[in-house]
């Protein structure tokens, strides 16, 4: 067992040995929850994590890691718990640095990462892919689809992401966004629906539907809680984040969606949208950046060219 040495050494002579290795092998230990398989994540032996948990836990004075010996997985005391927040935003920054000097490094070489989600993905990416790559040829675009917000906005903070669509609010966090265009919300029904010879609906002929609604979508979970707090009961058949999977259903007679326009795939007969009167507030898709990380001259060009490209989309967007 570690022997934890409490001092009234000042802070600054203690606290001063901290070292980077030391708060990301805490984090690897707590997120892999073993110390072996943080060793081989860090390129460490087991011994050399052990040592710099060690070295830590003096330094802080504090027994930061339950070690119970054994097959049982390690865990973290509430002192490690607490110095974890400070670690993980430790490494995170380290990561971003990084990402920065190879960013500068690069100049017009290099690559551009962006997260990106299906109607941005299917309506507005592909143009924007389109008028980069003839611009910027040089520059390699990595796309990824994080399955959900809180893992999206992690990546960016991270520096695993340069850009990300995403939908405002903002969480809070080291970011900044640029407004790209506005999506309005309508009812997507079937096509044989009485009410989809309607002009318009309300809020609450949405009461005698049978809803097909998002699983995890912040702007879907985000309508949900509108239609609550102005009083309209909404029940859901199905869930899903899939805008294809949604759509089926809806044209398959198996319930109506509210969703934003640019989720609705043109062409398909099968189904009609109607506006929603008074209107939901529209969804507000967005690119957002890290804050405080250097945005090379090929992110900056990309975050114009998309601007540009939501512009025409949002203009030729067909309204009921």
Same mark, same amino acid.
């Given at each position: 067992?570690? *022997?934890? +040495?409490?001092?009234? /050494?000042? !802070? ?5 040995? =901290?070292?980077? @290795?030391?708060? %990301? #092998? ?48 390690? *865990?973290? +005391?509430?002192?490690? /718990?607490? !110095? ?5 935003? =430790?490494?995170? @920054?380290?990561? %971003? #640095? ?69 939908? %405002? ?152």
């Amino acid at each position: 067992m570690t *022997s934890i +040495t409490h001092t009234d /050494t000042p !802070l600054y002579d203690n606290w001063f040995g =901290v070292e980077v @290795r030391h708060l %990301a #092998a805490l984090e690897a230990v707590a997120r892999s929850g073993s110390f072996g398989r943080a060793a081989s994540e860090l390129g460490y032996t087991q011994s050399a994590i052990s040592q710099q948990i060690a070295a830590l836990e003096r330094i802080v004075g504090e027994r930061l890691v339950e070690r119970p010996g054994g097959p049982r997985a390690i *865990s973290m +005391t509430e002192a490690g /718990t607490l !110095l974890l927040r400070h670690a993980e935003a =430790v490494v995170n @920054r380290l990561a %971003a #640095a990084r990402a920065d000097m190879l960013a500068l490094r690069a100049g017009e070489t290099g690559s551009v990462r962006v997260g990106t989600y299906q109607s941005i993905g299917s309506r507005v990416l592909p143009e924007v892919m389109r008028r980069f790559r003839t611009h910027w040829p040089k520059i390699e675009i990595g796309l990824s689809e994080p399955t959900t917000d809180p893992e999206l906005y992690a990546e960016i903070e991270s520096g695993r992401l340069d850009l990300a669509f995403c939908s %405002a609010p903002l969480p809070d966090g080291p970011f900044d966004a640029l407004e790209l265009m506005r999506d309005p919300y309508v009812l997507l029904l079937p096509a044989a629906h009485p009410m989809a010879a309607r002009r318009s609906c309300s809020l609450a002929d949405l009461e005698d539907l049978s809803l097909i609604g998002s699983s995890s979508c912040a702007s879907g979970l985000e309508v949900e809680g509108i239609l609550r707090e102005a009083g309209h009961s909404v029940e859901y058949a199905f869930r899903s984040d899939d805008n294809g999977t949604l759509q089926g259903l809806v044209a398959a007679e198996f319930g109506a969606a509210l969703v934003p326009l640019l989720a609705v795939i043109p062409g398909d007969d099968r189904v009609r949208t109607v506006a929603i009167e008074p209107a939901v507030p529209d969804r507000v898709i967005s690119v957002v950046w890290h804050r405080d990380r250097h945005r090379s001259p090929a992110a900056r060009a990309f975050v114009e060219i998309a601007e540009a490209v939501s512009s025409d989309v949002e203009r030729d967007l067909v309204q009921p």
